[in-house]
């Protein structure tokens, strides 16, 4: 625990069947936090209307990890054979997931005058993905967009809206056939092009979601932090 002071705070933790989002929820509740863990099978939170009904089911919120996303199953296909279908199925899971949780938690953050809001971009929406999925890394730099322009509007009212683009995590089965198919030629290439050598786990995100939802960055907004070993450095 970083004595973050969440006791008593209620989060919204998106995409927590897994991986990630599974971690954030249990690091969020270690730090004293209520936490409402939600995945496609309770919330499709790219439907606005389940989004609508499930926080009006709740009668606040201090903290929302916009976690849920991914590929939905694609895979690189030549930009001339990408459906307007696929197309919008990853912008929904990514991008107007955000959006739409965001939307409906903004007025019980206004109403308390506190706010946490952490978004989980990708290095894919800093750099380029490794998947070469289109719509994936352009919903990824539109999340990075997204929590500048949220912070701008939310900061007046003590709410803070800040990102993590986090590198290769292995830690679900998308990411564990993503690195099977790279082969062990690929894995080293990929170990080599890490800074600190090894591959990230679920836990290095979600101590950046403890951090910027802790006291100690109460003056911190509009920031995207990548959590990739420093593989962005190259």
């Known amino acids: 625990m970083i004595g973050s002071g969440l006791t008593g705070r209620v ?5 927590t069947a897994h991986g990630i989002g599974a971690a954030i929820a249990a690091a969020l509740s270690d730090e004293g936090a ?49 459906t307007d279908e696929a197309w919008q199925a990853v912008f929904d899971a990514n991008l107007t997931s955000t959006f739409n949780c965001t939307r409906a938690v903004a007025p019980l953050m206004k109403a308390s005058g506190w706010g946490r809001v952490v978004n989980i971009s990708s290095g894919a929406g800093r750099s380029v993905s490794l998947t070469g999925i289109q719509a994936y890394t352009s919903s990824k730099a539109g999340q990075i967009g997204f929590t500048r322009q949220m912070a701008h509007e939310l900061g007046p009212f003590g709410i803070t809206v800040n990102c993590i683009a986090p590198g290769f995590v292995l830690s679900n089965p998308t990411t564990e056939k993503q690195w099977d198919s790279y082969g ?9 092009s890490i800074a600190l050598r090894r591959l990230g786990n679920a836990s290095d995100i979600a101590d950046g979601v403890r951090w910027f939802t802790s006291d100690l960055a109460s003056w911190v907004t509009g920031q995207t932090i990548s959590i990739d070993g420093g593989h962005a450095f190259f």
């Open 34 to 82: 209520q936490v409402h863990g939600i995945d496609r099978a309770e919330v499709d939170v790219s439907d606005s209307a389940a989004v609508k009904a499930f926080f009006g089911s709740l009668r606040s919120v201090d903290i929302l990890v916009n976690n849920a996303g991914g590929v939905v199953g694609q895979t690189h296909r030549p930009i001339e054979d990408v």
């Open 184 to 192: 062990e030629a690929g894995q080293a290439a990929l170990v080599e």
């Open 11 to 15: 989060a919204v933790v998106t995409g």
